[in-house]
């Protein structure tokens, strides 16, 4: 099984571009997410999935959107970059959402934006 | 204050120490608890799960008290494969809280 895998692994933006990147998982899981990760901040939930067609904003949501148009897919998109959006973007998914789950993660995406 | 706490480090030990984390948390309605292990550029994974009466995994020791609101990672005998960053992660009704991690380096 390849798990969670995301794609790009790594990108350069200039400001004002748009991206997408995109989360596949084959575990069949319900449950999909998307964080950043920043020195010192520790990973930040930007958006999460608890189902196909289902997205729900988490704590750092401004600027991003989502969808999860098929259940092992969810994408995120960046439809202005701006350079506070230069970060390691982390895609997770998990079979509940509820405090006794476990994430499995993605390898991550290293987003740069000029 | 933030949700979840923990020293930064980096924590410098030599192979075969003892080290030891804590991580605090604000929330009292936290409900689960667990360490995730992260290796440079790489994606977090899941170490252990903390339970309220202890547990251990071979070398690692989880410790909660809920009275002081803080967990633990004890890790004994160090390996030089140990060296990495240690996030805790604290979770309540659908919402999961990441530590910005200990960063742990073992040396010959």
């Known amino acids: 099984n390849a798990g969670v895998t995301q794609t790009p692994k790594f990108r350069v933006l200039k400001t004002g571009q748009s991206m997408t990147l995109l989360c596949a998982q084959d575990?069949?899981?319900?449950?999909m997410y998307w964080y950043r990760q920043d020195p010192g901040m520790g990973l930040r939930l930007i958006h999460y999935?608890?189902?196909?067609?289902?997205?729900a904003k988490g704590e750092v949501p401004d600027g991003y959107n989502v969808s999860r148009l098929k259940k092992q897919n969810f994408l995120l998109g960046l439809e202005s970059a701006a350079p506070s959006q230069t970060s390691v973007y982390f895609c997770a998914s998990s079979r509940t959402i509820s405090g006794a789950n476990v994430l499995t993660f993605g390898a991550g995406s290293r987003l740069t934006v000029l | 204050r933030k949700e979840v706490e923990q020293d930064p480090g980096p924590f410098n030990v030599p192979e075969g120490a003892t080290v030891a984390f804590n991580c605090t948390y604000s929330?009292?309605?936290?409900?689960?608890f667990f360490w995730y292990r992260q290796d440079c550029r790489k994606e977090p994974k899941l170490l252990m799960s903390v339970y309220s009466s202890g547990n251990e995994d071979g070398r690692f020791t989880a410790q909660l008290n809920r009275a002081s609101q803080y967990i633990s990672l004890l890790i004994r005998d160090s390996k030089l494969s140990d060296s990495a960053t240690y996030l805790c992660?604290?979770?309540?009704?659908?919402?999961?809280?990441f530590g910005a991690g200990t960063r742990l380096t073992v040396k010959p």
């Open positions: 929330n009292s309605a936290s409900q689960s």
């Open positions: 992660v604290v979770t309540g009704n659908n919402d999961m809280r």
């Open positions: 575990m069949n899981h319900e449950y």
């Open positions: 999935s608890v189902g196909e067609g289902t997205t």
